[in-house]
């Protein structure tokens, strides 16, 4: 079956960018979508990135798409302690939506 | 506030127990859906329910029993579980037509199998 793969966890310094990396095998993939989970809560959609788009900037968040690659990453510009939190990768061709296992972001004061 | 609401939001149970949990949207979607959340596991998709039919069973086992009486609510019945069942369970529900295929999700409920 068709994967999603992201690292488990990444620790930074309150101030630094972060970066999460995704990867994905569907190479008919259309939406890709960050999706953030804080403790205790359900997911709540971040941002996203149409298939024919290589970048998306909002705010202190961009999205590099690499589809020859099939790499998605996620950068947050100076990450806040409010920051922290469990960050999804998850692809779509229209049908179904496949998640990762999700990368835990930390952040050190 | 997503607007999907799930009860119980922690659940312990013996693995002889039934139990029940709930689902509840007031955004007008049409789609919902269960996912199971295990630690360093991918969220793992277990139904899916369009205008209150199933349409899709991720050959989840027949302990877990879904249930859509209308469009605006999903039932996870559950009986007969095992201690590898405890997981964070996860609603989400989608709004008609193809879009960006945004997925809101409820907070989850936490479930203890002994």
């Known amino acids: 079956g068709e994967d999603v793969e992201q690292s488990l966890f990444l620790s930074v310094r309150e101030g630094d960018s972060s970066v999460i990396n995704c990867t994905y095998t569907d190479s008919s993939s259309t939406y890709l979508y960050w999706y953030k989970q804080e403790p205790g809560a359900g997911l709540q959609l971040l941002t996203y990135?149409?298939?024919?788009?290589d970048m998306k900037q909002d705010q202190r968040l961009t999205v590099l798409l690499n589809k020859k690659d099939k790499h998605l990453s996620l950068r947050i510009a100076d990450t806040q302690t409010g920051d922290s939190a469990i960050y999804f990768c998850?692809?779509?061709?229209?049908?179904?939506?496949?998640f990762g296992a999700g990368t835990r972001l930390t952040v050190k004061p | 506030e997503t607007g999907v609401t799930q009860t119980p939001r922690h659940l312990v149970m013996g693995m002889t127990n039934k139990k029940s949990l709930k689902c509840e949207q007031h955004l007008g979607h049409n789609a919902m859906y269960w996912y199971k959340q295990s630690a360093k596991k991918p969220l793992e998709l277990m139904f899916v329910?369009?205008?209150?039919?199933?349409?899709e069973n991720n050959s989840v086992p027949s302990r877990f029993s879904p249930e859509c009486p209308n469009s605006s609510h999903l039932f996870l019945h559950l009986h007969t579980l095992q201690p590898e069942d405890s997981a964070l369970y996860l609603c989400?529900?989608?709004?008609?037509?193809?879009?960006?295929?945004?997925?809101?999700f409820g907070e989850g409920s936490r479930l203890t199998v002994l």
């Open positions: 998850a692809e779509s061709n229209g049908n179904d939506m496949r």
């Open positions: 990135i149409f298939s024919n788009m």
């Open positions: 989400a529900s989608s709004p008609p037509g193809r879009g960006a295929g945004e997925l809101f």
């Open positions: 329910y369009n205008f209150k039919e199933q349409t």
